[in-house]
């Protein structure tokens, strides 16, 4: 029978990386390999009727190299989500009611023939060549990733700063509009509240785009509506101001930890993004006594955003300068446009070039089925519950703190700010204790062949949890009585801040290794719920904390913190067993076949070794040179 282009084009990219791989079931992945993970794209092939000849078994293609080029599995999940869409968006799917709607073809026009089938279409895909392909981020030179890192840090701790310098410029807001302080804490929710709104549109557009563009417009539109909060002459204005700025602020907190993904190899990932997790959680907790100090000063309150707009213009213009794309199928996009440029042969292309973006497809991956993990399915659920109950408090500390110092041990606004220096150390800590395991978990994984086990994350979870709790009691206890030194509640936030990083960071771990494909889904789903924590947290904060005492409020809390420790336990003991119950998170089974969801319905299918090639990742992996590139 014959088959169309398509199917031509995913039987040559088959035949083509299967010169390179061993079999699935003679070969366990170390830890220097490529890992591939499987989507709708690469299950189906279409004749050209249009009727589906059959369903393909799949697994996940383990692709050796001979450098560490691995991908962390988030980046996986995303980079083959972009690239697979050629096969199943509009354009490509023989199903799509917008472009196959059987009417006849319409006339090529000017009284002209169609013209005559293309030559091959692989042979003018651009490729990188080799695995030391200078072109590819991860051979950037080491002085190159150490600037692009320490520009995209400053583009992230400013959006975070900008999160909660305001809080110390609420009492001043209510009493310029005369409103009451919890409308006055609105100009911090409605920021948050963009953080939960922002990601479902920066996160596709990376994955489309590239890295640097939506980094770019959002650093732009940042500063522009920081600036507007700056010169507001109405409550109002202020407050839509603020939500839009938190809503372009997203941007950097979404798409620079995978910039990180793309530069830094499995050797030193870990440390790239443990050091990006410090910039996000420390950043909201440094603003504070800065922003105090500003409105006790002559500036007044308005300078607290005109600050965040000169730093959120300097990043914006180190992003313009200095920042090149990272995004590997986009790099390939630009070499293609230079080789077309300069060869003046139109054909040559890169596979990203070839996807045709289908709205509903977009609105299911980023709105429907991140929705259905995390109502449908147990680990998403109570992870995302415990993150964004620790992330609610991470703002709710930024109104409980002044009731303390303020309150109690009558503090100004910039020494009360001074008090969270305590849980910048307690993450700091965190963030060395996260860094020295990493040796621990290098030998479990080469232990296991490579193979990655989710509860390899939680022990540390488990410790975080119960130093999380033990220093929410400890700053209740101590801090509601003026003949206690104030040193001993701000001491607190040491077990604080220790915590609350290694929860955070670890659970997010745990969710990308757990669900891999539908870890952006995952992820997705989590920072929407938590978003909305630490958007309504803050505006109950006075009333809780004055209504029943600093110490009863601090109790409660403290006690449901302790309720959520059991969560990790739970998951540490019995969570291989729920995710091989689970529709979405892959499983590996012994024997010759195994567990792997469909990334359109999220059933299961039963999976061989054969036909396991992820067809539109690998034209955009390094190849070793000299490869076989032309098998029939």
């Known amino acids: 029978m014959k088959f169309d282009e398509v199917d031509r084009e995913l039987i040559r990219a088959e035949s083509d990386a299967l010169s390179g791989l061993s079999q699935p079931s003679q070969h366990r992945r170390s830890s220097n390999e490529i890992e591939r993970v499987v989507s709708a794209s690469s299950v189906s092939t279409i004749s050209t009727d249009g009727i589906a000849m059959s369903q393909r078994r799949i697994s996940m293609a383990r692709v050796p190299t001979s450098n560490d080029l691995e991908r962390h599995p988030t980046e996986l999940s995303r980079i083959h989500t972009a690239l697979s869409q050629h096969n199943s968006t509009v354009g490509r799917d023989p199903h799509s009611r917008k472009r196959d709607s059987g009417r006849p073809l319409p006339p090529f026009g ?88 922002g990601p479902s549109i920066w996160a596709p557009f990376s994955e489309l785009k590239g890295r640097r563009l939506p980094i770019l417009i959002a650093m732009f539109g940042f500063s522009i509506f920081t600036i507007a909060c700056a010169v507001a002459k109405d409550l109002q204005t202020l407050l839509i101001c603020r939500f839009f700025a938190g809503f372009f602020g997203a941007s950097p907190l979404t798409v620079v930890g995978a910039v990180f993904s793309d530069m830094y190899s499995n050797a030193t990932r870990g440390i790239a993004i443990t050091l990006f997790s410090m910039g996000v959680f420390t950043g909201p907790l440094l603003a504070p006594f800065v922003g105090g100090f500003i409105v006790e000063s002559y500036l007044g309150w308005r300078w607290t955003m005109y600050i965040t707009a000169i730093m959120g213009f300097l990043a914006f213009t180190l992003d313009l300068f200095f920042m090149n794309e990272s995004y590997p199928p986009v790099v390939l996009v630009q070499k293609a ?76 606004a910039g020494q009360s700010g001074l008090a969270f220096i305590g849980m910048v150390l307690g993450q700091l800590i965190a963030g060395i204790v996260v860094l020295c395991t990493q040796p621990w978990y290098q030998r479990k994984l080469a232990s296991n062949n490579g193979m990655p086990i989710p509860e390899w994350r939680l022990p540390i979870v488990i410790v975080g949890g119960v130093a999380f709790t033990g220093g929410i009691f400890w700053f209740g206890w101590s801090g509601y009585r003026a003949d206690i030194h104030w040193i001993v509640p701000a001491a607190s936030g040491l077990l604080s801040g220790f915590g609350l990083l290694t929860i955070f960071l670890q659970l997010l771990n745990y969710l990308v290794d757990a669900y891999l494909m539908f870890a952006a ?112």
């Open 110 to 197: 000017a009284g002209k023939p169609f013209p005559p089938e293309l030559p091959d279409r692989e042979a003018y895909v651009v490729e990188f060549d080799g695995p030391d392909d200078p072109y590819h981020p991860q051979n950037w030179p080491l002085k190159k990733k150490l600037v692009t890192s320490a520009i995209l840090g400053f583009t992230t701790i400013t959006s975070a700063f900008t999160s909660s310098i305001f809080s110390a410029a609420t009492p001043y807001v209510a009493k310029e509009f005369n409103v009451s302080a919890e409308v006055g804490i609105l100009g911090i929710s409605l920021y948050v509240l963009g953080f939960a709104t």
């Open 337 to 412: 446009a230079e080789l077309r440029r300069r060869t003046l042969n139109w054909g040559i292309h890169a596979k990203q070039e070839e996807i045709e973006v289908d709205f509903k497809e977009l609105i299911q991956k980023n709105f429907t089925r991140p929705l259905r993990l995390l109502f449908l399915e147990p680990i998403v659920t109570l992870v995302s519950v415990y993150m964004a109950f620790i992330y609610g408090l991470l703002y709710l500390f930024l109104t409980a703190y002044p009731l303390v110092f303020q309150g109690v041990h009558h503090f100004n």
């Open 521 to 632: 889904s995952a992820i997705a789903a989590n920072a929407l719920l938590r978003s909305l924590f630490a958007a309504v947290f803050p505006l109950f904060a006075t009333y809780l904390f004055k209504g029943i005492g600093i110490q009863w409020a601090s109790t409660l809390l403290g006690g449901i913190a302790a309720i959520l420790v059991p969560i990790p336990v739970l998951f540490y003991l019995y969570g291989h067993r729920i995710r091989a119950r689970s529709a979405f998170a892959p499983t590996t089974m012994p024997g010759p076949a195994a567990k792997i969801p469909s990334s359109d319905s999220g059933k299961e299918m039963t999976e061989e070794p054969k036909d396991n090639i992820d067809h539109a990742a690998a034209s955009n992996v390094p190849r070793k040179a000299g490869g076989d590139n032309e098998r029939a």
